[in-house]
């Protein structure tokens, strides 16, 4: 039997998506009276590669970023597509894309994107993602959508990254950070030893906004985050 709530907050996301999809002036056109139309569109600008498959779709844990949410992709060539529900996969490091007539969901191919955003249900933002080269434990070099956390002269960035318990079935965060200074990604572990370390971190200036501020930074996100923003904002004073 079909969820009723669920149903109506599905309506209300689609409703939300017609509204953000003219937020942006260089966009492709996204009408929600003809999503199969603008599914095939998309399939044949490369936009969405397949139909998803969730290989874990029994474990328990967060494996996603959000619920389906109204979001908005930006391409290589610096075009928009906006209007569309979008999810994120943690596991597979994928963007997906609903279907609005028959709830199927496609893979937004990755090689074409640059970026994509998801917004609450207030239309602010929840996350903000950019595709970028990393070097990842037990992966490698390879692909990977970021959040934002803060950016300036030095960026703050975390892989919203999950792994199996298969023992469990359920999935378990890895999350792992970077620092971008100067076109370069470097990872850093959430402790103020690993930031101070950091390549491009002046130590004096660091230890001076920790201390002033009184940042724990070990194992919190926010902290870490507030201490690379007040970094930047003395940078540019």
């Known amino acids: 039997m079909i969820d009723v709530v669920y149903m109506k907050r599905l309506f ?19 009408d929600c009276s003809e999503t199969d139309g603008s599914y095939n569109s998309y399939f044949q600008n490369l936009l969405i590669s397949r139909e998803y498959n969730n290989p874990i779709q029994h474990f328990r844990g967060e494996q996603f970023f959000n619920v389906w949410a109204p979001g908005n992709i930006t391409m290589v060539n610096g075009e928009t597509v906006s209007g569309m529900l ?26 074409i994107v640059s970026g994509f955003d998801v917004y609450h249900e207030d239309h602010q933002l929840a996350g903000s993602f950019i595709r970028k080269k990393i070097n ?28 199996k318990a ?12 970077y620092l971008g200074i100067d076109s370069n990604l470097y990872p850093v572990a959430l402790r ?46």
């Open 12 to 30: 209300f996301l689609l409703v939300t998506a017609c509204f953000c999809a003219g937020l942006h002036s260089q966009q492709f056109e996204c």
């Open 86 to 111: 979008l999810r994120y996969d943690k596991y597979q490091d994928q963007v997906l894309w609903l279907r609005q007539t028959d709830f199927k969901t496609g893979v937004i191919n990755k090689s």
């Open 136 to 163: 990842s434990p037990g992966m490698g070099a390879v692909d990977a959508y970021l959040q934002i956390l803060t950016e300036g002269p030095v960026g703050f960035y975390v892989f919203r990254n999950v792994v």
């Open 166 to 177: 298969i023992s469990v079935s359920r999935t378990v965060d890895n999350n792992l950070y």
């Open 192 to 237: 103020r030893k690993s930031l101070l370390r950091s390549p491009g971190i002046d130590k004096d200036i660091m230890k001076g906004i920790i201390r002033s501020n009184h940042l724990t930074l070990y194992q919190d996100e926010a902290d870490f985050t507030k201490a690379v923003y007040l970094y930047n904002e003395s940078l540019m004073q």
